[in-house]
């Protein structure tokens, strides 16, 4: 059986540029409106104020996120043309030829990782650009993180020396679909479902 | 270019994006601010016009090597993927390593965006005309020849230079293609071989630091690299924002993140915001009210002179005005920094913590902290950012940054620094421009006051230099790659009136690629190549310990009718007899070989020309490892003396004691030459926005990710990853009614912008920031509707430098 792969994210790096989301849109030609990879920014904390001084204890982080390539992916279950499909790699594809666009998939993604693509009436998502992949490239986003905060790579593998957690808030309780994915938290990394901060940036996502 | 590219954005339906399932969103989406030209009457820009490819039904395909040439003090090679003769893919740096030595140059997001700012609906594509008859700025255009357009320009400069003097033209401020080397400095080459013109000193980047530092250290000097910070026992970064400000993963920030990374150095930020770095490397962060480091600076010093946690040896071996002991000849006693920070000197005040606190908004147990720690710390580096200096009177609050790593005996040792922002080597590449022949300059920030009043102009009224005063004021600019003719000089909306008259400035010639605010107010309008459309040499800027050169290839050809800047001034040169002084009988690319070859004979190893369009990158290690500022000096200062009039750091500078009772000035608060780098209060600064009702928060403008400065401001990618928004406290939010991505206006007497609010702890309350950059946009209303920092901020510039104080602001915040 093939390696399954999945994403590595070094949140301690993550400096909220998107260049990883522009990479990407530069390298599948996306319009406005498409980001395959978006960039979340949490944020919380409260403020002392005493007099004229003030004291913060306030925190912020970015997460990266792009497809998850899941263990359990729920758009490939829910999708009603059968459009959507897992390869032996783990990557999950879209078959344009099935696609209609109803984007069920895109609304019960719990990252909301498919797209529409208006033009053309169908979904779009990631493949971790399979095509670089077969030249031996990292993907466009991994390679082009200026922090180096991106990997990829056999999840197995990710796992063994990252570790396991994929359970930072803002993202969705990883239990839902079993994300291939693996972060190295922020220093303020909040778990998921606290509920201590809010999404800063909603109209970006 | 491809049909993909055109695409237009999805409009129908509405996102069936799930985030709500994401915990924490507060509300729903927020459209775009459009900061998109809506001058329909420029023929040929707009969306309507999007471009489309020059080459049709070539098979080239091909990936050569360029390199991003903005001004954010970065330098990020690209690789640029061609086919059938239209950019489809812009790379970066595929060279280079994963660390601090040599690292890969990983371009930014804003470079990752460089196909859509060269395919963008903004480009301009002929020279235009302003219609005769019409207003400066209304926006009505004629379509010219370049032979008519350069025509023009001749016959002004000829009739502007022979009735008023090179002195009356003026090659405007402008960073746009600061990276360039033939491309940057074409224009100012031309100027020069016909006469010159009047000078400018400064930069709209750090002009106080630029001019101050010199009265204490001879000279400017950066700080030691960054990369020397796995030296120290303590990093501060003070007002200094390298992972936001120098984003290239081969830059400051990439040597930020990994020296950190790898040393886990206790590292403090000072910063009115949780920057990015604050975010990504503070253990502690210090919110600090802006405008007040001196006044913090003062506390440490009480502290760490009434604890004695000062190095008295290096003091006295070093610095001038320290103590009374050492003081110039003939200076009143009570005049030392010690009197000065104990309350000894004339204005009788201790600059203990607890007289700090209530102006920089720092308890005095955090004052204190931070005074133990720098004075304990062996060694500390203390970088200062050029935020600080960028008010009303940051020539002494740099001047006073500068102050702890000398009280500490830092200054010129590994780990230590000299408190000026962090330092790089250079290098040494050969250069296409020439000297300007014209000595007389003024301070870059006051042009507008040279062609409202330019002849009332002096020395000490109005730091004019080379002269007593001008003769004459400025008639005639150009203006090259830059948006400082509006959007990034102060106050846009006296700006565009003083523009309008054009019996003032009698000429404007703007050289751009896009139809930017500035661009709006030309005389004469020529569409400028994007560098992928030209070659160019190119060389690393603040990278820390590597230097590096790129070679800049060309992908493309010129779209529509665009034309490099050395194409279009050899043919101006040639309609003003000067051609073959400009040219020397050399194309563009033969000035490259010609440049190439100048440097390889200072750079032992250096590719040649060929081996440079295969690899792209020639880098060169520091040889000493890491950089440290003024080691020399430390190591021997009586062979070794700095370039002050006593060969050592002057604290107490005899020059500026002079100069204060020399120079004249109005009576606006904070408008005063101090010899010691005193705090001073200012005019709309940190202490009068308590008391005043009607503005009472500060507005600062912080450098944005998704611009350098103005540039790729109009590029839809980068306006969707990071759209223009006011950062705001919560607390000042809930004051005013405003929730998160409510639109809003922030206004004083000079203006008023409308955009997003960013509702966040992330900002001290008082104080507000608008990323600095924005195009500014006015409607029918005057209102704003690109949220330019600079419809906020004023002419009035600093008093030594006269340089531009735009982060000394008051104003108020309203629902729109």
């Known amino acids: ?205 | 270019m491809t049909a993909a590219t055109t695409e237009k954005p999805p409009t129908s339906g509405i996102p069936r994006r799930s985030f709500l399932k994401w915990s924490g969103i507060a509300g729903g989406g927020v459209a775009l601010v459009g900061t998109g030209a809506a001058f329909g009457l420029l023929p040929g820009v707009g969306p309507a016009n999007a471009v489309t490819s020059t080459v049709a039904g070539s098979t080239d395909e091909k990936t050569v090597w360029n390199a991003c040439l903005v001004n954010c003090g970065s330098r990020c090679a690209l690789r640029l993927h061609v086919k059938d003769g239209s950019l489809v893919r812009v790379d970066t740096d595929t060279t280079g390593s994963q660390d601090l030595d040599g690292p890969q140059l990983r371009a930014c997001v804003r470079g990752r965006s460089f196909r859509r700012r060269v395919y963008n609906p903004d480009r301009l594509k002929t020279p235009m005309r302003r219609k005769p008859g019409t207003k400066r700025g209304a926006g009505e255009w004629e379509q010219i020849s370049w032979d008519e357009a350069l025509g023009t320009i001749a016959s002004e400069l000829k009739r502007v230079i022979a009735d008023y003097g090179n002195e009356a033209v003026y090659y405007q401020y402008g960073s746009g293609v600061t990276g360039g080397n033939i491309t940057n400095t074409a224009w100012t080459r031309l100027l020069s071989t016909l006469g010159g013109y009047l000078g400018m000193y400064g930069s709209y980047s750090t002009s106080q630091i630029s001019f101050a530092m010199p009265f204490m250290y001879g000279e400017r000097i950066e700080s030691n690299s960054i990369g020397d910070t796995v030296h120290s026992k303590l990093v501060v970064y003070w007002g200094d924002n390298p992972v936001e400000t120098r984003m290239s993963g081969g830059g400051n920030m990439w040597n930020a993140q990994k020296s950190n990374k790898d040393f886990k150095t206790r590292t403090i930020v000072i910063d009115p915001r949780y920057s990015e770095t604050a975010l990504d490397l503070a253990d502690q962060w210090i919110p600090i009210r802006p405008g007040t480091d001196a006044a913090l600076v003062a506390a440490i010093a009480h502290v760490l002179i009434s604890e004695d946690m000062v190095d008295q040896q290096f003091l006295d071996t070093y610095c001038v005005g320290y103590d009374e002991e050492h003081l110039p000849a003939g200076i009143p006693a009570g005049s030392s920094y010690k009197s000065y920070i104990l309350g000894t000197g004339p204005d009788g005040v201790a600059k203990a913590p607890d007289w700090a606190s209530p102006i920089t908004g720092i308890p005095v147990d955090v004052i204190l902290g931070l005074a133990h720690e720098i004075g304990t710390a062996k060694p500390c580096a203390i970088m200062q950012g050029w935020g600080l200096q960028r008010q009303a009177n940051g020539e002494n609050n740099c001047r006073a940054v500068m102050m702890l790593p000398i009280l500490t005996g830092n200054v010129g040792i590994h780990g230590g620094g000299n408190g000026s922002r962090e330092g790089t080597i250079r290098f040494p590449l050969a250069r296409f421009s020439i000297d300007n022949p014209i000595k007389t300059k003024i301070s870059c920030f006051m042009w507008t006051d040279a062609i409202a009043r330019g002849a009332e102009m002096t020395d000490i009224a109005d730091g004019v230099q080379g002269k007593k005063k001008l003769d004459v004021p400025i008639k005639l600019i150009i203006n090259v790659a830059g948006n400082t003719l509006v959007n990034q000089h102060s106050d846009a909306n006296r700006t565009t009136k003083l523009l309008e008259d054009d019996s003032l400035c009698e000429l404007i010639v703007v050289v751009d690629n896009h139809l930017t605010a500035s661009a709006r107010y030309a005389d004469i309008l020529l569409p400028g190549t994007t560098n992928a459309e030209e070659v160019d040499f190119i060389a690393s800027e603040y990278s820390g310990d590597t230097a590096y050169a790129i070679i800049a290839d060309q992908a493309i050809a010129p779209l529509f009718e665009a034309r490099s800047h050395y194409d279009m001034c050899a043919a101006l040169a040639a309609k003003m007899g000067v051609e073959e002084k400009f040219t020397e009988g050399r194309t563009q690319e033969e000035w490259r070989s010609e440049l190439i070859r100048k440097t390889s004979a200072s750079v032992p190893g250096i590719y040649t020309e060929e081996e440079f369009h295969d690899k792209g990158v020639f880098r060169v290690s520091n040889p000493d490892g890491t950089f440290v500022a003024s080691k020399a000096f430390r190591d021997d200062p009586v062979k070794n003396p700095l370039k002050t009039p006593s060969g050592k750091i002057e604290i107490f500078s005899e020059r500026l004691w002079k100069m204060a009772a020399t120079w004249t000035f109005g009576d606006t608060k904070g408008d005063v030459i101090t010899a010691l780098p005193e705090y001073v209060a200012t005019w709309e600064g940190a202490e009068e926005a308590k008391t005043n009702d009607k503005y009472p928060l500060q507005v600062i403008g912080h450098h944005f990710k998704g611009r350098t400065h103005s540039s790729y401001g109009s590029v839809d990618w980068l306006q969707e990853a990071h759209p223009q928004v006011v950062w705001m406290n919560t607390k000042d939010a809930e004051d005013r009614g405003i929730v998160n991505d409510d639109v809003v206006h922030v206004f004083n007497d000079r203006g008023r912008i409308e955009l997003p609010a960013r509702v966040t702890p992330r900002i001290m309350p008082g104080v507000l920031s608008v990323p600095q950059g924005a195009w500014y946009s006015p409607d029918a209303k005057g209102v704003d509707t690109g949220g330019c920092i600079n419809t906020l901020t004023t002419w009035h510039p600093s008093p030594l430098s006269k340089g531009n104080p735009q982060h000394t602001n008051l104003v108020q915040i309203e629902k729109a």
């Open chain 1, 1 to 205: 059986m093939a390696e399954k792969l999945g994403f590595y994210f070094d949140q301690t790096l993550c400096t909220g540029c998107k260049a990883c989301s522009v990479a990407c849109k530069d390298k599948h030609d996306h319009a406005v409106g498409i980001s395959w990879r978006r960039v979340a920014e949490y944020a919380g904390g409260t403020w002392q104020q005493d007099g004229d001084t003030v004291v913060p204890n306030v925190f912020s982080y970015y997460t990266s996120i792009a497809c998850n390539h899941c263990e359990d992916p729920i758009c490939v279950r829910v999708c009603p043309t059968t459009a959507m499909s897992q390869g032996e790699d783990g990557i999950v594809t879209i078959d344009q030829t099935k696609c209609v666009g109803c984007r069920y998939c895109e609304w019960a993604c719990p990252y909301s990782a498919p797209q529409l693509n208006a033009a053309t009436g169908h979904m779009t998502k990631c493949d971790m650009c399979a095509d670089y992949r077969a030249e031996g490239q990292d993907p466009a986003c991994v390679a082009a993180c200026p922090s180096r905060a991106l990997g990829w790579g056999p999840i197995d593998e990710l796992r063994a020396k990252h570790g396991t957690l994929a359970a930072v808030e803002p993202l969705p309780d990883p239990a839902i679909t079993r994300p291939r994915l693996v972060i190295t938290p922020h220093r303020d990394a909040q778990p998921t479902g606290s509920g201590t901060g809010f999404v800063a940036n909603p109209g970006e996502l």
